[in-house]
């Protein structure tokens, strides 16, 4: 029976996800650096003894060094405030945004309340190292990108957007942009979906002296756009692979038989084995009558983050396999247990039908993922 009851099932249901308040820039989430507001810019330098490249995340402003960070640890957050919807009278040159009424998010050339004000700035590039004018010039190309939907990045002008970076399936390879030795510059960058988004920069410049180009390895930068719980866990435990198929919900990252789903709502790592957080039957007497119960795990996450919000989480009985009566939290309530080993939260859930009365009795944990809320 136990092997039985264990068995999850994984649905998608109808419903809404609320969209998240906006987080507050500069904090830390699991050891990643939060960004969503203020001048941030991708800094690029190169130490010309070395020849080494460094792309980071500057928040200085000014040509006055900030504040940097590591890409590998930093979250380039969008929040919801970025949202835009296409006008009806949007010019042709504009239609890659979509059509009238659809949304997409901007992240503008101008600063804006709780919206990232992102650009590019060479401030440690040499002068006079590489080639070209005003102390010389390096380039940034997309190298790689993977998202939940297309990117752009362009700057407006009387005769139209001028395009530097295209992700669509029929466009020119990706795109670069290009800064002079201690220049400083912003685009509009634009994501037409919610999600992760997973840029790779690749530096480069030819050297003044014998002409060579030096070109660096691609680094890539983490984008969370309006993000849902699921996304900011996904990335967390995927990184770099986070659009990758073993980083799906229904996929079994660890072989051991439990989607990436379960691993999300018991709060495990995905890629370790998850037999040991699965839920349990225990036998439980009310008065003279034998009751089942199910034990179970339920990660909380942090709220407006990975809080789990986009979990619905339901207990099911049934005489057979084939009918599943869901037990309301009335008549079968939720009782709090003593937290894991691990500081998770854990529930009781007892069957109300003894098992006296039934003949047998099934129970199982219906774990639903809920779809996107319309904005």
Same mark, same amino acid.
């Given at each position: 029976?136990?092997?039985?009851?264990?068995? #999850? @099932?994984? +649905?998608?249901?109808?419903?809404?996800?609320?969209? /998240?308040?906006?987080? !507050?820039? &500069?904090?830390?989430? $699991?050891?990643?650096?939060?960004?969503?507001?203020?001048?941030?810019?991708?800094?690029?330098?190169?130490?010309?003894?070395?020849?080494?490249?460094?792309?980071?995340?500057?928040?200085?402003?000014?040509?006055?060094?900030?504040?940097?960070?590591?890409?590998?640890?930093?979250?380039?957050?969008?929040?919801?405030?970025?949202?835009?919807?296409?006008?009806?009278?949007?010019?042709?040159?504009?239609?890659?945004?979509?059509?009238?009424?659809?949304?997409?998010? #901007? @992240?503008? +050339?101008?600063?804006?309340?709780?919206?990232?004000? /992102?650009?590019?700035? !060479?401030? &440690?590039?040499?002068? $006079?190292?590489?080639?070209?004018?005003?102390?010389?010039?390096?380039?940034?190309?997309?190298?790689?990108?993977?998202?939940?939907?297309?990117?752009?990045?362009?700057?407006?002008?009387?005769?139209?957007?001028?395009?530097?970076?295209?992700?669509?399936?029929?466009?020119?390879?990706?795109?670069?942009?290009?800064?002079?030795?201690?220049?400083?510059?912003?685009?509009?960058?634009?994501?037409?979906?919610?999600?992760?988004?997973?840029?790779?920069?690749?530096?480069?410049?030819?050297?003044?002296?014998?002409?060579?180009?030096?070109?660096?390895?691609?680094? !890539?930068?983490?984008?969370?756009?309006?993000?849902?719980?699921?996304?900011?866990?996904?990335?967390?435990?995927?990184?770099?692979?986070?659009?990758?198929?073993?980083?799906?919900?229904?996929?079994?990252?660890?072989?051991?038989?439990?989607?990436?789903?379960?691993?999300?709502?018991?709060?495990?790592?995905?890629?370790?084995?998850?037999?040991?957080?699965?839920?349990?039957?225990?036998?439980?007497?009310?008065?003279?009558?034998?009751?089942?119960?199910?034990?179970?795990?339920?990660?909380?996450?942090?709220?407006?983050?990975?809080?789990?919000?986009?979990?619905?989480?339901?207990?099911?009985?049934?005489?057979?396999?084939?009918?599943?009566?869901?037990?309301?939290?009335?008549?079968?309530?939720?009782?709090?247990?003593?937290?894991?080993?691990?500081?998770?939260?854990?529930?009781?859930?007892?069957?109300?039908?003894?098992?006296?009365?039934?003949?047998?009795?099934?129970?199982?944990?219906?774990?639903?993922?809920?779809?996107?809320?319309?904005?």
């Amino acid at each position: 029976m136990k092997r039985l009851i264990r068995c #999850l @099932l994984i +649905t998608l249901l109808a419903g809404g996800a609320s969209i /998240l308040p906006a987080t !507050a820039s &500069g904090t830390i989430w $699991n050891d990643w650096k939060i960004v969503s507001e203020f001048h941030t810019d991708l800094s690029i330098g190169h130490q010309t003894g070395t020849g080494e490249w460094s792309l980071k995340v500057d928040r200085g402003d000014s040509g006055i060094p900030g504040e940097a960070h590591t890409p590998d640890s930093t979250i380039l957050l969008v929040n919801p405030e970025a949202i835009r919807t296409v006008p009806e009278n949007v010019p042709p040159a504009f239609s890659f945004l979509g059509e009238p009424g659809d949304s997409y998010y #901007l @992240l503008p +050339t101008v600063e804006r309340a709780k919206v990232l004000f /992102l650009g590019f700035n !060479a401030y &440690g590039i040499p002068t $006079n190292h590489f080639s070209g004018p005003f102390g010389g010039e390096v380039n940034l190309t997309l190298a790689d990108y993977a998202g939940e939907g297309p990117f752009f990045l362009y700057t407006a002008s009387a005769a139209g957007p001028n395009m530097f970076m295209d992700t669509r399936p029929d466009a020119p390879p990706f795109g670069s942009v290009t800064e002079i030795s201690g220049g400083h510059s912003h685009y509009n960058w634009v994501f037409k979906e919610r999600g992760i988004h997973i840029l790779s920069l690749e530096p480069s410049g030819e050297r003044v002296s014998d002409g060579e180009l030096l070109t660096g390895d691609p680094t !890539a930068f983490f984008f969370l756009v309006d993000p849902r719980p699921r996304d900011w866990w996904v990335l967390d435990q995927f990184r770099e692979d986070a659009l990758t198929a073993r980083a799906g919900m229904t996929c079994d990252a660890s072989g051991d038989g439990f989607p990436n789903l379960l691993a999300y709502a018991f709060g495990h790592d995905p890629e370790e084995p998850g037999l040991a957080y699965q839920p349990r039957v225990e036998m439980v007497e009310i008065g003279e009558a034998r009751h089942l119960s199910l034990v179970f795990r339920l990660a909380a996450g942090e709220e407006g983050r990975d809080d789990r919000s986009d979990l619905a989480i339901t207990v099911q009985a049934g005489t057979d396999l084939a009918d599943w009566t869901t037990l309301t939290p009335e008549e079968a309530p939720w009782t709090e247990l003593e937290p894991a080993e691990d500081g998770t939260p854990r529930f009781r859930v007892t069957d109300p039908v003894a098992l006296e009365d039934s003949g047998r009795r099934f129970l199982r944990l219906q774990v639903t993922l809920l779809p996107d809320s319309a904005h």
